[in-house]
T-cell receptor, first 111, second 112 residues
Framework: GQQVMQIPQYQHVQEGEDFTTYCNSS?????IQWYKQRPGGHPVFLIQ?????EVKKQKRLTFQFGEAKKNSSLHITATQTTDVGTYFC???????????FGKGTLLTVNP | GAGVSQTPSNKVTEKGKYVELRCDPI?????LYWYRQSLGQGPEFLIY????????DSGLPNDRFFAVRPEGSVSTLKIQRTERGDSAVYLC??????????FGNGTRLTVT
């Protein structure tokens, strides 16, 4: 089935540094959703990307969908300690309910 | 309540026992989902309900797993003859049709 690869697995940054996580697939992705899971918490929906080349921003977060719809990225500018958590991308496979999640990128921020 | 509620939050059981995990979705959400998350992994799809019926149960690992949603609201995930490999966090989510998923805090199942 569809596999979604995420890199890096872990990222440790100093507060104020930027952070990027990448989501890749060997096949065309339908829609990409991004979730954040705080330590001990549950995944929380951040955004959905649908169109090829789409770019969306939420304050310090920038989400991109590749032109070929085979990759996506999440970039955080000037990280804060509140950004700590695991960021997951998920492919909806066109269904919107049967999400295929990547393994996530665990972000830690040193104050 | 404001969010998806799952009970119990933690469940420890012995290998071979039967367990039930409960999910109370957000009021008015017609769609309900069960996912399973192992340590260091992303959530893995198990089953999806639209109303009372299981619209897609293709993610259930085997016939020891079963889920119901008899009145289109609360759902119960049932696991028979539990195995140590069933240990994971079981996440429930709900949504309006076509809208993003709202996850609960999960039930951490440990099979000893």
């Amino acid at each position: 089935g569809q596999q979604v690869m995420q890199i890096p697995q872990y990222q440790h940054v100093q507060e104020g540094e930027d952070f990027t996580t990448y989501c890749n697939s060997s096949t065309t992705l339908s829609n990409i959703q991004w979730y954040k899971q705080r330590p001990g918490g549950h995944p929380v929906f951040l955004i959905q990307l649908v169109k090829s080349g789409e770019v969306k921003k939420q304050k310090r977060l920038t989400f991109q969908f590749g032109e070929a719809k085979k990759n996506s990225s999440l970039h955080i500018t000037a990280t804060q300690t509140t950004d700590v958590g695991t960021y997951f991308c998920a492919d909806s496979g066109g269904s919107n309910y049967k999400l295929t999640f990547g393994k996530g990128t665990l972000l830690t921020v040193n104050p | 309540g404001a969010g998806v509620s799952q009970t119990p939050s933690n469940k420890v059981t012995e290998k071979g026992k039967y367990v039930e995990l409960r999910c109370d979705p957000i009021s008015g959400h017609t769609a309900l989902y069960w996912y399973r998350q192992s340590l260091g992994q992303g959530p893995e799809f198990l089953i999806y309900f639209q109303g009372t019926g299981a619209a897609d149960d293709s993610g259930l690992p085997n016939d020891r797993f079963f889920a119901v949603r008899p009145e289109g609201s609360v759902s119960t995930l049932k696991i028979q003859r539990t195995e140590r490999g069933d240990s994971a966090v079981y996440l429930c989510a709900s949504s309006l049709r076509g809208e993003p998923l709202h996850f609960g805090n999960g039930t951490r199942l440990t099979v000893t």
